[in-house]
């Protein structure tokens, strides 16, 4: 599983408070994802970060901002929660071995009230 | 911007019976993977296809990139237990980011 971790794995929050969820790997992969689940909706992508200080955005990112200050922590900030906000967080990792493979976190279920 | 279409959205099943689902793209890929997710679980990379006409096997799984590299499908012989999930596909994009499909959830009947 790349030694991805992900905190909290479950958290309830309520509308308008800041949430941030962390993604943690030990095995120095460069590039690091953030993905929503959603049913019906497959992975989206909300931003990525390909090495430290240097991230992007992806198909979601309204409403999310990241940091990345070390190589092995991906951080995902929720400024203002809001309910459409409710979703699975997925945080993968691009394998630097193995050509474009991606593996993932447990993920953090997050409701927003 | 680039979409993948997977269908089904849903497929039941008996045991013992065949399920495949679908990918497809209205642009031409580079390449495309599949991902396996349990119930509860997170996705895990099950294969990659990059070559036009590509035909991959893993044990009752038959994996197929098409002629035109636009589509793809999943086919697993003989259902178990154990396939149950849901099964997506997911293309590389330009900036080598994945898109991905919405996922086809095998069911096993009772």
């Known amino acids: 599983d790349a030694g991805i971790t992900q905190s909290p794995r479950h958290k309830v929050t309520e509308t308008g408070t800041p949430v941030t969820l962390r993604c943690h790997q030990t095995e120095n992969h460069r590039y690091m994802y953030w993905y929503r689940q959603d049913p019906g909706h497959g992975l989206r992508l909300i931003h990525y970060s390909y090495g430290v200080k240097d991230t992007d955005k992806g198909e979601v990112s309204d409403g999310y901002s990241v940091s990345r200050s070390k190589t092995e922590d991906f951080l995902l900030t929720l400024e203002s929660a809001t309910s459409s906000q409710t979703s699975v967080y997925f945080c993968a990792i691009r394998h630097r071995d193995r050509a474009y493979e991606q593996y993932f976190g447990p993920g953090t279920r997050l409701t927003v009230t | 911007g680039q979409q993948v279409m997977q269908i089904p959205q849903y497929q039941h099943v008996q045991e013992g019976e065949d399920f495949t689902t679908y990918c497809n793209s209205s642009t031409t890929l580079s390449n495309i993977q599949w991902y396996k997710q349990r119930p509860g679980g997170h996705p895990v990379f099950l294969i990659q296809?990059?070559?036009s006409g590509e035909v991959k096997k893993q044990k009752r799984l038959t994996f197929q990139f098409g002629e035109a590299k636009k589509n793809s499908s999943l086919h697993i012989t003989a259902t178990q237990t154990t396939d149950v999930g849901t099964y997506f596909c997911?293309?590389?994009?330009?900036?080598?980011?994945?898109?991905w499909g919405a996922g086809t959830k095998l069911i096993i009947k009772p």
């Open positions: 997911a293309a590389m994009d330009s900036n080598y980011q994945l898109i």
């Open positions: 296809l990059v070559k």
